[in-house]
T-cell receptor
Framework: EAGVVQSPRYKIIEKKQPVAFWCNPI?????LYWYRQNLGQGPELLIR????????DSQLPKDRFSAERLKGVDSTLKIQPAELGDSAVYLC?????????????FGNGTRLTVT | GNSVTQMEGPVTLSEEAFLTINCTYT??????LFWYVQYPGEGLQLLLK?????DKGSNKGFEATYRKETTSFHLEKGSVQVSDSAVYFC???????????FGKGITLSVRP
């Protein structure tokens, strides 16, 4: 099966600019996650979707971050405006459902550098 | 809140050496425990898991046993290979918040 596809792989922008990341989950996976991984750290959850509904966005900095999952398939994560501290790898993952018996499948991530 | 603590790295071993990577956790309830691995240039992938106390997860020669009494889930392999060089993440999942919480990860380098 095709894996989770993310684009772009790399993005370099100046601070205060907007940026968007795209994720295509594995077909049939209802649950989609966006994680942020800072250098030398483990991934931290930003938002979780069950189909098209955001069921956990408690860790999403809503003043500048937004996400959507139209039609419950692809998802985009946007930052506007970007800050220097947003430099990180943004990971998308999907699973069949939200429980512990459904392992997460991760994409290769988008490495964002804000200068 | 939930948290995962991994031993400090990086770890460098010679091929065929024995590997132990320590992981301890703090969680409410009864979490499921996981090891994820990230090979160079690739995405995170599940290595093994255990869903209840005393369960042993195993895959590719790696093993980890869910120890509730010591809140640990240490990763072991009897003989590492160069191809095991990667970053290893311990993680836990609880149904209370349906969230996977990761440790910081540890880089393993295996020399020929």
């Amino acid at each position: 099966e095709a894996g989770v596809v993310q684009s772009p792989r790399y993005k370099i922008i100046e601070k205060k600019q907007p940026v968007a990341f795209w994720c295509n989950p594995i077909s049939g996976h209802n649950t989609l996650y966006w994680y942020r991984q800072n250098l030398g750290q483990g991934p931290e959850l930003l938002i979780r979707y069950e189909n098209e509904e955001a069921v956990d966005d408690s860790q999403l900095p809503k003043d500048r971050f937004s996400a959507e999952r139209l039609k419950g398939v692809d998802s985009t994560l946007k930052i506007q405006p970007a800050e220097l501290g947003d430099s990180a790898v943004y990971l998308c993952a999907s699973s069949l459902e939200g429980g512990s018996n459904s392992p997460l499948h991760f994409g290769n991530g988008t490495r964002l550098t804000v200068t | 809140g939930n948290s995962v603590t991994q031993m400090e790295g990086p770890v460098t071993l010679s091929e065929e050496a024995f590997l132990t990577i320590n992981c301890t956790y703090t969680a409410t309830g009864y979490p499921s425990l996981f090891w994820y691995v990230q090979y160079p240039g690739e995405g995170l992938q599940l290595l093994l898991k255990a869903t209840k106390a005393d369960d042993k997860g195993s895959n590719k020669g790696f093993e980890a046993t869910y120890r509730k009494e010591t809140t640990s889930f240490h990763l072991e392999k009897g003989s590492v290979q160069v191809s095991d060089s990667a970053v290893y993440f311990c993680a836990l999942f609880t149904g209370a918040n349906s969230k996977l919480t990761f440790g910081k990860g540890i880089t393993l380098s295996v020399r020929p």
